[in-house]
């Protein structure tokens, strides 16, 4: 897609309803949908809407500064690229093109550990990606996972932990996705009632790099996307523990994260364990229904972590949901599901469009509030309806 035809994009709004008629309604399903009856996934967006603003006047904005500094480094924007599964499929090489963009843009990015290309291949392209694990049950698997994580020169690690179980993601089966995908008339009549995805992506995909695989959730390569006979394995996290982030703190000298905290006395379970910062996340609604919305807890767990720099994901869209969540603490928020439509619309020109979107959305929203930085942004700025 060309940057003119990229214009009509106004929005991260935007780019998902292209991405439902590019995308065969499998995999629009595993992206766009939730668990259950979604009730996690409504709350993190009515969550912003509690919110409203108490902006200052006759100050002067001449000088807006969205840049931050996390971990010694300084990014352009408050907001990163969340880490997203089988991007690869959604998006030809879509891992790559989300860290690219990201990169150029002066973004953070974290990719997902359920990805389809090898982490190698993505810092390569995009050196300073963080890498979100899913941490294997065995010890001994967990060791060597950390030990190719540094092997690839990832800098920051990202533990998610709010997945022990297999979660209940009932529309998946409706629209006929599953992990591995399984082959069928069905799937085939998809694929062959969207062409632009078929050869742009899937065929292109196969051609130049074969069957894609589940690359970075061990050592060792995973399982094939397409097979008939084959199950992706979620039972062996049931019985992760704090024990195991301990073990890698000791094992991993960089900045450690956490992903999927919603509550104080965790924020401080992982204060006490040596991580260097937390994400508040239900996971985008997509595992335990009826999770409370990180924006809610966001406070609690600030004052829980004792220091720690605390970020945000979940129904972030707006750069005015970026200033909601900045002013009560936040140190910088991720944006999951628009970026992946963005990359399914037009690979990394469509990201970079995206977050461009929101970073500009962030500066005119700061220059309207009265803040010339991002440290600016304080509590007193919001008000709960």
């Given amino acids: 897609m060309s940057r003119r035809k990229l214009k009509r994009f106004l929005s991260l709004h ?26 996690s996934l409504n709350e993190n967006r009515s969550a912003f809407k509690q919110l409203s603003f108490k902006p200052d006047v006759l100050v002067d904005v001449s000088n807006v500064d969205t840049s931050i500094r996390l971990f010694g480094k300084k990014y352009s924007t408050p907001v990163g690229v969340a880490p997203m599964g089988l991007a690869a499929m959604t998006s030809y090489r879509g891992d790559v093109s989300l860290a690219i963009a990201a990169k150029n843009a002066g973004a953070m990015c974290i990719m997902s550990g359920s990805s389809l290309i090898r982490l190698e291949e993505v810092m390569d392209a995009a050196p300073g990606t963080w890498f979100q694990a899913y941490l294997p049950g065995q010890q001994t698997q967990i060791d060597a996972l950390i030990d190719r994580v540094k092997q690839a020169g990832v800098e920051t690690l990202v533990l998610t932990v709010d997945t022990p179980v297999a979660a209940n993601r009932e529309n998946n089966i409706r629209a006929g996705f599953s992990t591995p995908l399984r082959p069928s008339l069905s799937l085939a009549w998809q694929g062959v009632t969207h062409p632009k995805w078929l050869l742009g992506t899937f065929a292109k995909t196969l051609l130049r790099h074969g069957m894609p695989h589940f690359e970075n959730n061990y050592a060792t390569r995973g399982t094939p996307i397409l097979s008939s006979n084959v199950l992706r394995d979620f039972s062996d996290r049931g019985h992760l523990n704090w024990e195991h982030v301990t073990a890698v703190r000791h094992m991993w000298s960089g900045p450690l994260v ?34 409370v919305a990180p924006l809610r807890v966001l406070t609690e767990i600030i004052e829980s972590a004792d220091g720690l720099p605390v970020m945000l994901d979940s129904g972030v869209r707006r750069g005015t949901d970026v200033l909601k969540a900045l002013a009560l603490g936040a140190r910088a928020v991720w944006v999951g599901r628009p970026f992946n439509y963005a990359a399914t619309v037009a690979g990394e020109a469509g990201v970079s469009h995206a977050i461009d979107l929101i970073k500009q959305e962030v500066k005119r929203d700061m220059g309207l509030l009265g803040v010339t930085s991002v440290s600016g942004i304080t509590a007193r700025h919001v008000h709960r309806n």
């Fill in 258 to 291: 956490i992903k999927g905290i919603l509550n104080g006395q965790d924020a401080a379970k992982a204060k006490s364990a040596g991580v260097d910062a937390v994400i508040v996340s239900n996971h985008g609604g997509r595992q335990l229904d009826g999770s």
């Fill in 14 to 39: 935007d780019f998902e309803a292209e991405a439902k008629s590019f995308l065969p309604k499998p995999l629009f399903a595993y992206v766009s949908g939730a668990v259950e009856d979604e009730q």
